[in-house]
């Protein structure tokens, strides 16, 4: 099996810190052929510069670490599937995943536990985190603390903090990940996309993960619209109506709960799915595909612009 894995870093103004160097670490271990590739845009030469040492240092037969920088900010959809357009221009992958730049797995065969996960009918596999913005929806709709694997209802999320994707599920979205939203709240997104294509995501516990805190020193301060508000400008009830008949809904973490007081609430009609399957998904999956994702993106011109500040190993 062969797994692409694309990790987000951004505005970092140090070296490395120590919580990516424990990604490095954690995945060095892993038993297949695996290739890392890091998306940074905007931090200092210091960072990359570091960076590119430790993707030399820590890279073996089976496992290899790239990173790509770019100049200008890029909201952190768009850096994701950029990462996720090389890899599908490098090899051929059976899965390809997201991991934050400040998360790790607890065990060294933490990515082997995730993987253990897939099936026929599985989608997509999160890692459990220690910490997430879902506590509500964690605490008091799943127990938390057992070893099995976790179905994700249909509405309802986890963070994106380390989330693998099948192959069937790459191909059906053209390797892309919903990127309309700028940021955070798309999660609620992927339940309806696994059920689009008769499949389901689930949490995999047996793959845990640790949270960093982080030096809010460490990285320039960001600036600009984040959260909830579209990259094309459209109102969140402009972006969901038109799925609203065909199944969809916009629950994202927790309907107006603090800090979690959401601009637009839209539930799903539960009657138009059985055991998380759509009824018709024919429609919802046209939705999808129509609304949530950004037309014309250029990711062959940015990844041309940035190759002079990549270091990319067998990719």
């Known amino acids: 099996m062969r797994v692409g894995l694309v990790v987000v870093t951004y505005k970092y103004k140090t070296v490395v810190p120590d919580y ?31 960076l590119r040492e430790k993707c030399i240092a820590h890279s073996n037969e089976r496992v290899s670490f790239s990173y790509i920088s770019e100049r200008n900010y890029v909201t952190l959809f768009l850096s994701m599937n950029l990462g996720f357009h090389i890899l599908r221009n490098a090899h051929e992958y059976d899965v390809i995943g997201y991991s934050a730049s400040d998360v790790w797995l607890e065990h060294p065969n933490g990515l082997q536990r995730a993987l253990n ?22 605490a008091n709709k799943y127990d ?37 939203l700028r940021s955070f709240g798309t999660e609620n997104f992927l339940s309806f996309c696994a059920a689009a294509i008769g499949k389901h995501w689930v949490i995999s516990r047996q793959a845990r993960l640790r949270n960093a805190r982080i030096n ?35 629950q994202s973490f927790a309907k107006g709960a603090p800090p979690y007081n959401l601009p637009y609430y839209a539930e799903h009609n539960p009657s138009l799915y059985k055991n998380g399957i759509c009824h018709s998904p024919e429609p919802l999956f046209r939705y999808l595909k129509s609304y949530l994702f950004l037309p014309g993106t250029e990711y062959d011109a940015r990844f041309q612009r940035s190759k002079q500040r990549a270091y990319l190993l067998k990719l």
């Open 216 to 250: 809010p020193d460490s990285r320039i301060p960001p600036k600009g619209i984040k959260g909830f508000s579209t990259v094309t400008g459209i109102s969140l009830h402009d972006l969901i109506s038109p799925g609203i008949p065909v199944g969809m809904g916009f």
């Open 117 to 138: 996960d897939f099936s026929e009918n599985i989608a997509i596999v999160s890692a459990q985190a220690n910490w997430d913005n879902a506590p509500d929806i964690l």
């Open 144 to 180: 938390i603390d057992g070893d099995t694997s976790l179905r994700i209802e249909i509405g309802d999320v986890v963070n994106l903090h380390f989330i693998l994707f099948s192959r069937a599920y790459l191909n059906a979205y053209d390797f892309r990940y919903p990127d309309v």
């Open 20 to 50: 990516v160097q424990n990604i490095f670490s954690v995945l060095s271990q892993h038993v297949g052929q695996l290739d890392v590739l890091f998306v940074d845009n905007l931090s200092d030469p210091i960072f990359t510069n570091d």
